[in-house]
């Protein structure tokens, strides 16, 4: 069973960056998609932005394009979202998330595997 551990949440003020990561500790990290979602409480978990198992591809939600960037090191077996331009209302649990594919994905169907979350909070 493969674990994913997130860091590099926070707190930060409207305007501001903030870099989460995520390492695994499975052996074929190389072979998948990876992903990030965010949730807030009561609410759904939302897709963020997606990349396939090189690199090659990435997807994003509206709301992140142009601000957050994603990015993987398989050498490390890590993903990044570099998150710019904050705002309040990106708040939430951010989860790294293992596609069941070597694709791109979008939707929390196609995930086999979740890390435990880290709060981003954007003060105003």
């Known amino acids: 069973q493969v674990q994913l551990v997130e860091s590099g949440g926070g707190l930060v003020q409207a305007g501001g960056s903030l870099r989460l990561s995520c390492a695994s500790s499975?052996?074929?990290?190389?072979?998948?998609?990876m992903a990030w979602f965010r949730q807030i409480p009561g609410k759904e978990r939302d897709f963020v932005s997606g990349?396939?198992?090189?690199?090659?591809?990435?997807t994003y939600a509206d709301s992140a394009k142009g601000r957050f960037t994603i990015s993987r090191d398989n050498a490390k077996k890590t993903v990044s979202l570099q998150m710019n331009s904050l705002k309040p209302e990106d708040t939430a649990v951010y989860y790294c998330?293992?596609?069941?594919?070597?694709?791109?994905?979008?939707?929390?169907?196609?995930?086999?595997?979740w890390g435990q979350g880290t709060q981003v909070t954007v003060s105003s």
């Open positions: 990349i396939s198992y090189r690199g090659g591809t990435t």
């Open positions: 998330a293992q596609s069941r594919t070597a694709v791109a994905v979008t939707g929390v169907a196609a995930i086999s595997a």
């Open positions: 499975g052996r074929t990290f190389s072979s998948y998609g």
